[in-house]
């Protein structure tokens, strides 16, 4: 089980973002992906294995973690980046996603 | 680039089925299907390895749901069957079995009498 927090940040342009993920237990090969959603739109691949950014990712997302406790953080938030980020773990039959972070305009 | 385009939407009756296809484009190890309920969040509901056909559902929808693939034309699908309300949500294939990109454009699934 992956629990995310806070449920909402209500955060200004410009502003540093601190997202956290838990999970029940350690996350195998540190396995844990972060994406982020608009409304109306698919999610969107950010970090995967932890921190590595996907294609055409900027660099001001950046992830990190090991075990049961990870963290995405945006250095300074864009008007782009308000939507829901969800992280998400893999194992051998298995996937399962964070309830979600809800990152709003303040 | 590879791409992902999934079908129409659907409305169906409780206690209907209804299958989703996802045309791909570009090689792919693996294929997920992914729902989102009205304001709620991801739930993951299985994957496909379309080269052997091999198979994996989330434990919830154990014998309701059947992922399967057509090489031929690069389709993959979802059937849900015994279809409830709480059925209704936005249906995404993504590629992959581990992180999940690209997604498709989603598709619809409204169960209602």
């Known amino acids: 089980v992956l629990t995310q927090s806070p449920g909402i940040l209500s955060l200004s342009p410009g502003e540093r973002a601190t997202l956290s993920c838990r999970a029940s237990q350690s996350v195998a090969n540190n396995n844990l992906i972060w994406y982020q959603q608009k409304p109306g739109q698919a999610p969107r691949l950010l970090i995967y294995a932890t921190s590595r950014r996907a294609t055409d990712i900027p660099d001001r997302f950046s992830g990190s973690g090991s075990g049961t406790d990870f963290t995405l953080t945006i250095s300074r938030l864009e008007p782009e980046d308000f939507g829901v980020y969800y992280c998400q773990q893999y194992g051998a039959s298995s996937l399962t996603f964070g309830p979600g972070t809800r990152v709003e305009v303040k | 680039q590879f791409q992902v385009v999934q079908s129409g939407g659907e409305v169906k009756k409780p206690g209907a089925s209804v299958k989703v296809s996802c045309n791909v484009s570009g090689y792919m190890l693996g294929l997920s299907w992914v729902r989102q309920a009205p304001g709620q969040g991801l739930e993951w509901m299985g994957w496909?390895?379309?080269?052997?056909?091999?198979?994996k559902y989330a434990q919830k929808f154990q014998g309701r749901v059947t992922i399967s693939a057509d090489t031929s034309t690069n389709t993959v699908y979802m059937e849900l069957t015994s279809l409830r309300s709480d059925d209704t949500a936005v249906y995404y294939c993504?590629?992959?079995?581990?992180?999940?990109?690209?997604w498709g454009q989603g598709t619809l699934v409204t169960v209602s009498s």
């Open positions: 993504a590629r992959g079995a581990s992180w999940l990109d690209p």
């Open positions: 496909i390895t379309p080269f052997n056909g091999n198979t």
